[in-house]
């Protein structure tokens, strides 16, 4: 994997392989934690002081502030997120479990799900309670972050975006077993939103055949 910091231009190879699958993603809001506000067509969730009227689900979250996506992503996807505060972004197999107060629940703290953690001190990586801090010249309180996994390969990419360019965070390396699911963790008056696609992004037929819709 490229070292951490390594910046890839729009012009890079890496980066156009990026966009070339970029993925349309979808908050599946029967997951979604009472103390998460969604807005901007479902597309940003705020955590808030005031419980949410979100009706009792199997798949929600009814302790930890976090939510799934709807889309099970099993070839290769990318996609960007905006942040503020101190928020998760994740992907985690579907099985994860959603009651209690456990670090079963929490993404990055089992053997099901994968995070970057990001905050005004900067970023992390965790998998199944294995923390790794990332070493960048500066912080921010908020941000864009960028997502590439390929499950066939095995690969799973962070990146930071900044202006035209991607800086990159971690890459895990495993064998994913299950389609992964994007999820999202905010942290008290934190918020994150689903970037849209840019013109010229979306793969080629529209949606691709790498995501599974449940």
């Not at 941000?143 to 390969?153: F, I, L, Q, S, T």
């Amino acid at each position: 994997s490229e070292p951490q910091g390594e910046t890839l231009s729009t012009n890079g190879d890496n980066m156009e392989t990026c966009t070339l699958y970029s993925c349309e993603l979808t908050i599946d809001t029967n997951t979604v934690n009472t103390q998460l506000k969604l807005s901007d067509n479902n597309r940003k969730v705020t955590r808030v002081e005031e419980d949410q009227s979100h009706p009792d689900h199997p798949d929600r979250f009814d302790y930890w502030p976090q939510l799934l996506c709807r889309t099970g992503l099993t070839g290769r996807c990318y996609w960007e997120v905006e942040w503020r505060g101190d928020v998760y972004v994740s992907v985690s197999y579907r099985g994860i479990r959603r009651k209690g107060d456990s670090c079963d629940c929490v993404f990055g703290w089992n053997d099901q799900s994968w995070s970057l953690s990001c905050s005004d001190e900067g970023y992390s990586v965790c998998h199944n309670k294995t923390v790794t801090r990332i070493t960048l010249p500066s912080s921010s309180s908020s941000g864009r972050v960028a997502v590439y996994v390929d499950c066939p390969a095995g690969s799973l990419s962070f990146y930071r975006v900044s202006s035209d360019t991607l800086i990159h965070l971690h890459t895990f390396s495993t064998t994913f077993t299950e389609p992964l699911y994007p999820g999202f963790w905010s942290g008290s008056g934190s918020s994150v939103s689903l970037c849209p696609l840019q013109e010229g992004e979306s793969p080629p037929g529209g949606e691709p055949s790498s995501l599974l819709t449940t």
